[in-house]
């Protein structure tokens, strides 16, 4: 039996989704073993994967998440790029088989697949339908409806009207996608880190933002801080009416048992930045297969990576968690197993992931963004501390983050 391991960063519910997988597959062969391995956040499993290769001490598989995917794919030799992995053992693999926004989004320039997509996901949100009720009100489809409907109708009721998860990638990467508006150069990054900008600095943002510190400040919103569940706990505590969080985090709530009836829907935008509000893009994680392993360990990914594109691994994979069907067969299967008839909200990942594409919705591909997220969490942290001016936040962002990119260029040769 060849013994493999996978670094994840699946906690709580999601990790048992995760330890129920490695068991299935364990159990569904005789030759191949894996050992899924929890090792905290993205942002440390990434740090954790990079320090153990550069130890040689890698795992077999790595799970690595959106912002860290720009880093990965232009690490070259630090991993085998999937669609090799699968051609050179024998699986099949089709591209056409992923949902069109999983497609390339860890695919490199050419369009090879580097990552294998896993957990995708999609900001959404998420609301109190009880709280909802008492205030008389419906979700709002608009920001400019929360702030002078909603939210003022939630406050009367005690409520705060809203929360959210994490402020670069719902308020900044998906509404840029959302307002179809560039967030980079050279095409939002993809045509290569040569030159790429950041455009972050723009008025949209800056309104967006001025906004959300208004609403703190006369308790339309609060901001628990950067962590996940600082922000989902008050939702689930009744405190907080609306919580935008990740489809992935659907499954979860559902097994929590919450004191009130809860559902989703697709993320507001401003209508004064557009009439037609477009898709959001993928969040979530892709799993790497780590370079320097032997033929028979990468031959035991390769079954594993087969095992977890079957629909069946992946319509469980999203009916436990919510994080979406990434093949047209999982999605599929799901409608035809009456699953979002038992839980429509089940399906709004998926579906505003399906909305109009734009010229600027397919994502970014920004070398050391983490960093880069590093420093809008602290500049939007004062922001809404009132420590710094929205002006000034995003100029230093833009600042910051351009520096970044250019020292990520260089690496790429
Ligand atoms: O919580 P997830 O897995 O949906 O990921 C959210 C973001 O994409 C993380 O960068």
């Known amino acids: 039996e060849v013994e493999i391991t996978w670094?994840?960063?699946?906690?709580?519910?999601?990790?048992d989704t995760v330890n129920q997988i490695a068991e299935d597959f364990n159990a569904s062969q005789d030759d191949y073993k894996i050992t899924p391995v929890f090792k905290g956040t993205y942002e440390e499993t990434l740090t954790a994967g990079i320090a153990a290769f550069r130890a040689?001490?890698?795992?077999?598989?790595?799970?690595?998440?959106?912002?860290?995917?720009?880093?990965?794919i232009g690490a070259k030799g630090a991993t085998v790029p999937v669609q090799d992995l699968l051609e050179q053992n024998g699986v099949a693999f089709d591209i056409e088989d992923y949902i069109s926004g999983v497609r390339y989004f860890y695919a490199d320039s050419d369009g090879k697949m580097i990552g294998m997509p896993f957990n995708s996901s999609s900001p959404i949100m998420y609301y109190n339908v009880d709280a909802l009720e008492k205030a008389g009100v419906t979700p709002p489809k608009t920001w400019e409806e929360f702030k002078t409907v909603t939210a003022p109708a939630l406050k009367e009721a005690g409520y705060i009207g809203l929360s959210q998860s994490h402020l670069p990638w719902i308020f900044t990467e998906n509404f840029h996608s959302r307002h179809d508006?560039?967030?980079?150069?050279?095409?939002n990054g993809y045509q290569g880190a040569d030159g790429t900008k950041i455009l972050v600095n723009n008025d949209a943002i800056k309104a967006h933002f001025s906004a959300v510190k208004d609403w703190k400040d006369n308790g339309f919103f609060e901001w628990y801080g950067t962590g996940w569940s600082d922000n989902q706990t008050p939702f689930e505590e009744g405190k907080v009416a609306i919580w935008l969080g990740s489809s992935g985090s659907f499954g979860g709530l559902s097994k929590k048992d919450l004191p009130f009836e809860f559902s989703a829907t697709f993320l507001p935008y401003w209508e004064a930045v557009t009439k037609e509000p477009r898709q959001t893009f993928i969040g979530g994680a892709a799993l790497f297969a780590m370079a320097g392993k032997s033929d028979e360990e990468n031959k035991a990914t390769a079954a594993f990576f087969e095992f977890l594109t079957k629909p069946e691994t992946q319509y469980m994979w999203h009916r436990e968690t919510g994080y979406v069907p990434i093949t047209t067969a999982a999605y599929e299967m799901a409608k035809g197993d009456g699953h979002y008839d038992r839980a429509p909200a089940a399906e709004v990942g998926i579906k505003q992931l399906s909305l109009p594409a734009g010229e600027n919705t397919k994502g970014y591909r920004m070398g050391f963004y983490v960093q880069i997220r590093d420093v809008m969490n602290r500049e939007y942290g004062r922001i809404l501390t009132g420590e710094t001016s929205v002006e000034d936040a995003f100029k230093a962002i833009e600042d910051e983050a351009n520096g970044l990119l250019e020292r990520f260029a260089k690496t790429q040769g």
Not at 7 to 15: D, E, K, R, T, Y
Not at 181 to 187: G, H, K, R
């Open 7 to 15: 670094w994840h960063a699946m906690g709580g519910a999601l990790g």
């Open 181 to 187: 508006l560039p967030f980079a150069t050279n095409d």
């Open 56 to 72: 040689g001490e890698q795992p077999n598989v790595l799970q690595v998440f959106d912002a860290g995917a720009a880093t990965v």
